[in-house]
Structure formats: C-alpha cells, structure tokens
C-alpha cells in the first residue's frame, strides 16, 4: 500500500465580524478557551497561559467528559497585530517526541468581515491525517465563529 505524504494542511475561512475581534480570538486567553477545543471540550481558563509575543510560550489543558485530560503548548513565533500570528502546536503527551508543529494565522480585512488563512506545516501527512486535520480545525473554526458571534 503507498501512502502519499504531504507536508501540512491549509484551511480558509471568512467570519463576519473585524480583523481585530479575530485577532483577539487567537491571542486573549480568555476568548483562546473558549472556541478551542469545540464546543464539546471546556479549556479551563486556570489551565491556559499565553505569552503573545515573538519567544513566549502558550499552554492549555483541554478536559472532555470521560476522558483524560489533554495538555497542548507552544512557542509564538511572529506576532504582527492584527494581520499575521505563527506559533507552534504540539500536544503535551503527543506519541513519542512528537515535534511542535508551526501554524501560521494571516487574516485579511475583506468586504462583510475578516477572511483568515490558517497553515499547518511540520511533519509530513497521510492523506487520512490531512482529512482528520481539516476537520479538526474545522470544529475549532466553528466554536470561533460562535464566539465571535456571541461577542
């Protein structure tokens, strides 16, 4: 059997609210806990701590009903407000030495909202994986669109 590997997944997506209250999703720990993870999954805002600056590092601790509990972190890479955020992603007890996987967030004032271009590089995917990603950072996006509906 031959698996096609590729090297990440990118993922568009236009929400209808400004660049800066997108922004802010991604960079205030308080609004970060509340669409990441899903609707499904509580961040608790103890367990979130976020460094928003070019070397400082984020954490989070997702908690799903009858489920252990998953820690995630990374390192903020570039932070340009409000257009273009790159920081790493890796779980806490990923398999083996899972490396930090870059993402980079650019978001583009676009005509009824902010259109957002998220991009996950690092190791390469399986055509499966690619499928299990985008629809992992689907279920965020749609928690973000929530939020930022609800704000």
């Known amino acids: ?16 609210a400004p660049r800066q209250r997108v922004w802010e999703a991604w960079t ?4 970060f806990a509340e669409w990441f993870g ?12 976020m460094d928003v600056r070019p070397g400082g590092d984020w954490r989070a601790v997702m908690r799903a009903p009858g489920a252990p509990d998953l820690g ?3 390192t903020f890479a570039e932070v340009d ?8 992603i890796a779980e806490d007890d990923g398999p083996g030495e899972e490396p930090e ?40 996006l749609d928690a973000m ?3 930022l509906h609800a704000a």
């Not at 899903?38 to 701590?49: D, G, H, I, Y």
């Open 1 to 16: 059997m031959l698996f096609r590997m590729k090297q990440g997944i990118s993922v568009t997506r236009t929400f209808d």
């Open 28 to 31: 205030r720990p308080e609004a």
């Open 38 to 49: 899903t609707a499904a999954v509580e961040v608790p805002s103890e367990s979130l701590s």
């Open 72 to 74: 995630w972190h990374g």
């Open 81 to 88: 407000p409000p257009a273009r955020l790159a920081m790493t």
């Open 101 to 140: 996987n870059p993402v980079t967030v650019d978001l583009e004032e676009v005509p009824g909202g902010t259109e957002m271009t998220l991009a996950r590089t690092g190791r390469p995917l399986t055509e499966e994986q690619q499928h299990e990603a985008r629809a992992g950072w689907g279920e965020f």
């Open 145 to 147: 669109e929530d939020v």
